[in-house]
């Protein structure tokens, strides 16, 4: 009975958004580790079809043009810009990374090109060095939002290779169009906090709820769900909607999108973000 399952959801929601607000919301964004990262703020413009984008946070490098990390703490920050010609844009993925709880992650969203790199932009606190995140100060106007533009080889290895967590990787159903969309909207985000900045929230304004404004900004009919607060269950909710492979049944489909092996061996190979690719499950046709 659907109007059941409705009727028991919501109060399941309730009670989950409550739990994680004690038990877990101290990990939503970005871990436990304080990250003096955030210095520069990125700004971006769309001329034509060329994506200007200022500030991308490449990849830490240490020892001249070596990549090392010499430990999660322990790096030297390298800022470049870029321009991305549009035109070849393929389409977005998203990465879900777990360090404990299943029932939460950090998301990041990556768009794919046909002549490049692509480029990951995650969705973070901004805070000061030395400055620790506290689950119950991130409901009170504590911390700024924060978008990392940056490499996979950073935002995604820092993760699998040296924070010791779990990521998947998952192809996201949408033309190339809807996907130029998305990418707008974060652009005209980021060079609005870049302007005026706004505060994190950590039920509100997180890696994923954010996700869900630029998706509606982008023209998608994304419904409310309870899963987008229990957002380690994101994967189930996409997978419903039709909006990742769906030839597979869901329970394989992550297994093939477990992408940690293959990261933390492709590590600092130039490759990194098509060896991590080997094996997932293509792109499903767009139908936006």
């Known amino acids: 009975m659907r109007w059941l399952r409705g009727a028991l959801l919501v109060p399941l929601a309730i009670v989950l958004a409550g739990a994680l607000g004690w038990a877990g919301l101290a990990l939503w964004f970005d871990g436990p580790a304080a990250r ?31 990549l090392v990390y010499r430990s999660e703490t322990d790096f030297t920050e390298r800022w470049e810009d870029r321009t991305y010609d549009l035109s070849h844009l393929q389409g977005a993925d998203l990465f879900l990374s777990f360090w404990g709880p299943t029932l939460i992650a950090h998301t990041i969203l990556s768009w794919e090109f046909d002549d490049g790199k692509p480029l990951a932009i995650s969705i973070e606190t901004r805070k000061e060095r ?55 909207s974060y652009l005209d985000q980021i060079n609005r906090l870049a302007r005026t900045p706004q505060w994190y929230n950590a039920l509100t304004q997180n890696c994923t709820t954010t996700i869900r404004f630029h998706a509606q900004q982008a023209a998608v009919r994304n419904p409310l769900d309870w899963r987008l607060f229990a957002n380690g269950r994101g994967d189930e909710l996409l997978y419903e909607r039709g909006d990742i492979d769906t030839s597979l049944p869901l329970a394989a489909l992550r297994t093939r999108s477990d992408i940690t092996a293959k990261a933390r061996a492709a590590d600092q190979d130039g490759r990194f973000s098509d060896l991590i690719r080997e094996g997932i499950p293509s792109r499903p046709d767009p139908r936006r």
């Open 36 to 66: 003096p990262l955030a210095g520069a703020l990125a700004a971006g413009v769309v001329v034509g079809v060329l994506a200007l984008l200022i500030l991308v946070r490449p990849m830490r490098r240490a020892l001249g043009a070596v």
């Open 130 to 184: 030395g400055e620790e995140y506290s689950a119950l100060r991130g409901f009170f106007r504590q911390y700024e939002l924060y978008y990392v533009v940056a490499d996979e080889r950073d935002v995604v290895r820092l993760r699998t290779n040296y924070r010791g967590e779990r990521v998947f990787l998952y192809r996201l159903r949408g033309s190339p169009a809807l996907a130029r969309r998305l990418l707008v």
